[in-house]
């Protein structure tokens, strides 16, 4: 027996060595620890890729609307036609933006029976499509009807690509810190990609190019070679998958109901609640901070002629385009929060995520009730409360992530991810009609009230969950 346990020992060695060079091939697209095993990396580096994809897209069409404002007059309906203004372009492009939520659910329930990959590679075949068909569109039906082919592909990403992360990633926390971090370059880079290429294309000819990279992604995603429920099958030494919903998820309607009642019953109820609260704020402090640091600052739009040589200017330098400084402020806020999410994810690796929550969504509301008094004062403390938004907004995400994971059985994962980001997207999406009622009604300070508010119920049901953790937690 030992000869044969020497024998296999050197042929694990030998394996391992061989497989060292392409675990550092690896390691250098997802840039992971070099401790992190094949198949994390596989699923970290694929995942990374379609997250910052997903949240480019996103954050690049409230910019194209600037545009569309400005270049059509009318809403061309056939039998009547709808004047184009502020509200009918927020409903125009509100209905992608709901379905990016909405769609989580039964993005949800279908990354249970299908599995991960093939979700994640047709959201990312679907986006290119949409941002294809929103390049061709001559009219703002089409370009409606390419937001709304985009919100239904781009909403199956989160629970596919949590779900992957929990189910086959063995270092989790890791794994949703880096995929936390590529959500963020998407947030931070795509706006400004976008305004960047504006400046010189026209936007039919900038949503070209932005299709093409979500096309590559598609066919790297189809490339991609990884066990989908190794860390399950590593949990319980049996390589099944886990629990017994580990590898079924949900079959029916009696069944989807049956399962849904199951979560709400037990600790899921308040995490969920949690992820609520979290939308809420989310939607409701970015979705005119842009406008609001721009009040705060006090600065002059700077024109591009200030900035670039003449012969790089489109046209003439009087119609050359400005800078809005508010914008870049806000796109470097929100790609600090990369920071934010490294640091979250690694923290759940080593503290109780329920900790992390109360902690974290304690010094949103701190951050919330402290911003326009420090903001006020300057420049520098403008940037530096910027900064802290922006760490805190994100490092929250990593910890109830992980505790949705902790919360829920691993076949029915998918399941409650799809919940989560119906939270987070669909009810979180409140956050933004909250704020805009109280900016017309009240004043900012007023706002910024009612977000430390949520981010207090938050924290407090964190503390909630600390006290009633269940045993299966």
């Known amino acids: 027996m030992s000869v044969v346990c020497c024998v296999e020992q050197k042929a694990h060695n ?90 989580a659910l039964p993005g949800g329930i279908l990354v249970d029976r299908v599995g991960s990959k093939r979700l994640i590679v047709g959201c990312l075949a679907g986006m290119s499509g949409s941002f294809f068909l929103l390049a061709a569109a001559p009219n703002l039906v089409v370009v409606a009807l390419a937001l709304v082919l985009w919100g239904a592909a781009a909403s199956v990403y989160h629970p596919a690509g949590l779900r992957l992360i929990s189910t086959g990633v063995e270092e989790r926390g890791t794994g949703f810190a880096y995929h936390g971090i590529a959500g963020n370059l998407g947030i931070g880079f795509g706006p400004f990609l976008t305004a960047l290429l504006l400046l010189f294309f026209d936007w039919h000819v900038v949503a070209g ?95 591009i002629a200030a900035l670039l040589p003449a012969f790089l200017l489109p046209g003439s330098a009087a119609a050359a385009p400005t800078l809005e400084v508010e914008l870049y402020v806000y796109a470097g806020l929100l790609t600090i929060g990369v920071l934010g999410q490294y640091v979250g994810g690694k923290l759940t690796d080593r503290i109780r995520t329920e900790r992390g929550i109360v902690v974290g969504f304690a010094a949103l509301a701190v951050v919330a009730l402290a911003f326009l008094p420090v903001a006020s004062l300057g420049i520098i403390p403008l940037l530096a409360i910027c900064a802290l938004l922006g760490f805190f907004l994100f490092m929250v995400q990593p910890f109830y992530q992980a505790t949705v994971a902790e919360y829920t059985p691993a076949g029915l994962r998918g399941l409650s991810y799809g919940f989560t980001y119906l939270g987070v997207f669909g009810v979180g999406a409140l956050g933004g009609a909250i704020a805009g009622f109280i900016l017309t009604v009240a004043t900012p300070t007023t706002l910024f009230f009612v977000l430390a508010g949520f981010a207090a119920v938050a924290s407090l049901l964190g503390v909630t969950l600390l006290r009633k953790r269940p045993a299966s937690a």
């Open 14 to 103: 030998f394996l391992c060595a061989r497989e060292l060079p392409r675990l550092h091939t690896v390691n250098r697209v997802g840039l992971l620890p070099a401790h992190v095993n094949r198949n994390d990396r596989a699923i970290v580096a694929l995942v990374m890729l379609a997250h910052g994809m997903v949240h480019t897209y996103e954050l690049s069409i409230p910019i194209f609307v600037a545009i569309w404002l400005r270049e059509y007059a009318i809403i061309d309906l056939g039998l009547s036609a709808i004047p184009v203004t502020a509200a009918s372009l927020g409903v125009m492009t509100g209905l992608g933006f709901a379905l990016f939520g909405l769609g």
């Open 209 to 303: 190019v932005l299709a093409i990279p979500a096309l590559a992604a598609a066919v790297f995603a189809t490339r991609a070679d990884f066990e989908e429920q190794a860390a399950v099958a590593a949990a319980d030494g049996s390589g099944g998958g886990g629990d017994d919903k580990s590898s079924t998820g949900v079959s029916s309607f009696g069944e989807f109901v049956t399962e849904s009642k199951a979560l709400f019953a037990g600790g899921f109820a308040l995490v969920f609640a949690v992820v609520m609260f979290s939308g809420l704020y989310y939607r409701g402090v970015t979705t005119f901070l842009p406008d609001l640091i721009g009040n705060v600052i006090g600065i002059e739009p700077i024109p």
